[in-house]
Structures are given as structure tokens and as C-alpha cells.
């Protein structure tokens, strides 16, 4: 049975016809497709109020440690963790996996509650802060500074500063996999080297 396309075009014609159609466009399509929709299959994290994430730990059956990033919106240094760091495809799904991912302004306005207590914004200095921001950076309002809570939401650790993903991850791996408890961040560090 012959179709119509192979009775207007012999057969190395359809031929060279496919590959050109199936192959090449093809090709430059999906590399397009594959190049700027490489966000297509990135693991994005899903950031959520502390308030949510404090409901979603006293709901969960088996609740998740908690992670914080204290952020400003005039930081340049948090930006760049956010786009660096934090977009980083392994740190993206490692973190969603392990904690409930908060994203906290240190310079907030609106009131958080939390363990019976209401933090408020301190009209203070240039920007002001909110006070849950200064309590969780233990007073040290530095940003951007991450903060690991255990899973009954007490304070593991607050480290400041500006972290690419390696070490980050390493960071993170350090308290969602409980080494924290049994060794210290320097032995963990030696044991950890190349």
C-alpha cells in the first residue's frame, strides 16, 4: 500500500524529507526546550511562613526539623544565596526532604506568635527588626543568616553569613542527619575532608 506522500515524493526524497524534519529541527527543539526549560524538572524549594511551618510540625505524625533563612529585601549577599545556594538542584531537593523550608524578614512588620509569645517590629535605628529575627540570630542582626531548629522547634544553631552549596549542603547534612548530637561541628569537619 502506497501513500499519497510516497507517490509525490520517491522514497530517498521522504527519506531526506523525515530526517530533516525529525532530526534536525528536532534536535535544535529539544536542546532549546532543554536549555531554557531546564526549570522543567529543577527541584524548586517551597518556602512557607514560620507560622505555617509551626503548624505544619505540631500536625505531622513524624514532623521535620526546621530551617530559616533571616533575609532583608536590601541584602545583595542574601540575593545571591537565594539564586546560588538555595536554587541549587541538590541542595533544593535535599532541604525540601529534611525541613520545612521558612523564610523569615528581619526587618518584618507583621507580628508572629510563637510559644505564647508575640514578636513585634522594633522601630529601631535606620531599618528597624523584628524581634523573632534578633531572638533567633541570638542578638547578631547579620544577614543572610540560616537558623536550624530540631524538630520541637528549639534552636540547633544559627550560622551567619553567606554560604555556597557545597559547603551548605554539608552544613545542613551535619543536622538533618543528627550528627550534631553525638559530634562536634570540628571533628565532623576532619572526618568529612577529602
Not at 115 to 136: C, K, M, P, V
Request: charged residues 20%; aromatic residues 16%; hydrophobic residues 45%.
Amino acid at each position: 500500500m502506497t501513500s499519497l506522500f510516497t507517490k509525490l515524493y520517491p522514497m530517498n526524497v521522504a527519506v531526506k524529507i523525515f530526517n530533516y524534519f525529525f532530526t534536525t529541527k528536532a534536535v535544535k527543539a529539544f536542546l532549546v526546550l532543554l536549555m531554557t526549560g531546564q526549570s522543567l524538572w529543577a527541584q524548586e524549594v517551597k518556602w512557607i511562613s514560620f507560622e505555617a511551618a509551626v503548624a505544619l510540625q505540631a500536625k505531622d505524625v513524624t514532623p521535620k526539623k526546621m530551617f530559616i533563612d533571616v533575609f532583608t529585601d536590601w541584602c545583595g549577599w542574601c540575593k545571591k544565596m537565594d539564586k546560588d545556594t538555595f536554587q541549587n538542584l541538590e541542595v533544593a531537593a535535599y532541604m525540601q526532604q529534611h525541613f520545612y523550608m521558612v523564610k523569615l524578614d528581619g526587618e518584618g512588620k507583621d507580628p508572629i506568635t510563637f510559644r505564647s509569645q508575640t514578636f513585634s517590629f522594633i522601630d529601631s535605628g535606620r531599618n528597624g527588626y523584628h524581634e523573632l529575627a534578633a531572638n533567633l540570630l541570638q542578638g547578631q542582626l547579620s544577614y543572610p543568616t540560616v537558623v536550624f531548629l530540631d524538630e520541637q522547634l528549639n534552636m540547633l544553631s544559627p550560622v551567619p553569613g553567606y554560604i555556597t552549596a557545597a559547603p551548605f549542603l554539608k552544613i545542613a547534612k551535619y543536622f538533618a542527619e543528627n550528627t550534631y548530637k553525638t559530634t562536634t561541628w570540628e571533628d565532623y569537619q576532619k572526618k568529612e575532608a577529602p
